[in-house]
């Protein structure tokens, strides 16, 4: 269960991670766990979805030991934290997560009874709205994302307030090239409309004047229904879409099956939510490239 805003789910996912910390603590240290200080001083972070482990990482440096929640490689809609992870989520020295993106996750999280947590959510500046999680795709949010990280940072660790300032501007720095490069691409694309597998693109697309249409919504496991597959094949029609994106996320199957039906081509689309390969401005440039081919758009 993933992306779930129903109360009284939340309430059942908290109820279930106390009894797992229960657990967790009658045969599992924070060391076990890897919560707590680090042995060498380093203050301990814990981070998902990946890209906010490379955030961390880029703006902590060496001060930081930092971590991704459940591990690397896995997708973040469905963590489910086992009782060593989330015995080492609550002891962790601050964790930076996206609230709304796993119930496990977010039902842990609360049980750090006040301790330091960056909600990356919080910098929504209401473009979207807090149903979708995908916030590191816009890079101006990932900037204001790196400055509360290292505000953070030094609550845990004054000693390094200056350095972790001066790496968040670093990435802020970067964050404003990699947007300035994507508003002049997409200028000419405005209006067009981005059909995806699942809806992560939702800050992309309304920072660059798209219009979003996804077969699945903003959780990529629920299955579209033949109403949905109807509704997003008159759309393509209607609109003159000519490619359907895809992502390793949601299962390519659907949306490459419904592009065959409809004549269009497919694109993979990458919302960083497993890994950020070769790194976090790359990946973007890369998913630029794939828009600006792949959408309709005026000659530029």
């Known amino acids: 269960m993933s992306c779930c805003a129903d109360r009284t789910c939340r309430a059942l ?58 591990g690397l490689g896995g997708d973040a809609h469905a963590v489910e934290l086992t009782p060593p992870q989330v015995a080492g989520l609550t002891d962790a020295d601050l964790v930076v997560h996206v609230g709304g993106l796993s119930n496990s996750v977010d039902a842990a999280v609360a049980l750090r009874d006040g301790a330091p947590v960056v909600d990356a959510l919080a910098v929504d500046d209401g473009a979207v709205g807090s149903e979708d999680p995908h916030v590191w ?48 691409a997409l200028a000419p694309c405005r209006g067009a409309t981005l059909v995806v597998s699942h809806e992560a693109f939702g ?25 949905r597959l109807r509704a997003v094949t008159e759309v393509v029609r209607a609109a003159g879409a000519r490619t359907i994106f895809f992502d390793e996320v949601a299962s390519p199957d659907v949306a490459t099956a419904l592009a065959e039906d ?21 990946a973007m440039r890369a998913n630029l490239a794939a828009l600006r081919d792949g959408l309709v758009c005026d000659a530029a």
């Open 203 to 227: 800050y992309l697309a309304g920072r660059h004047g798209l219009e979003q249409v996804g077969i699945t919504g903003v959780d990529p496991h629920v299955e579209p229904t033949p109403a």
């Open 262 to 282: 409809l004549g269009v081509a497919v694109a993979a689309l990458d919302p960083l939510e497993v890994a950020v390969e070769p790194d976090y401005a790359t």
């Open 13 to 70: 996912a908290v109820a279930a991670t106390t009894a797992l910390v229960a657990v967790a603590a009658a045969g599992c240290g924070a060391g076990d766990a890897g919560g707590g200080s680090a042995d060498d001083g380093r203050v301990t972070v814990l981070a998902t979805p990946a890209p906010l482990l490379d955030l961390v990482q880029r703006v902590g440096g060496g001060r930081v030991d930092a971590a991704a929640v459940g």
């Open 137 to 184: 795709l816009d890079p101006l949010l990932m900037a204001d994302v790196a400055a509360d990280v290292a505000d953070a940072l030094a609550t845990v660790d004054p000693d390094g307030a200056d350095a972790y300032t001066a790496a968040a501007e670093d990435v802020r720095e970067e964050m404003a090239v990699l947007e300035a490069e994507a508003s002049a």
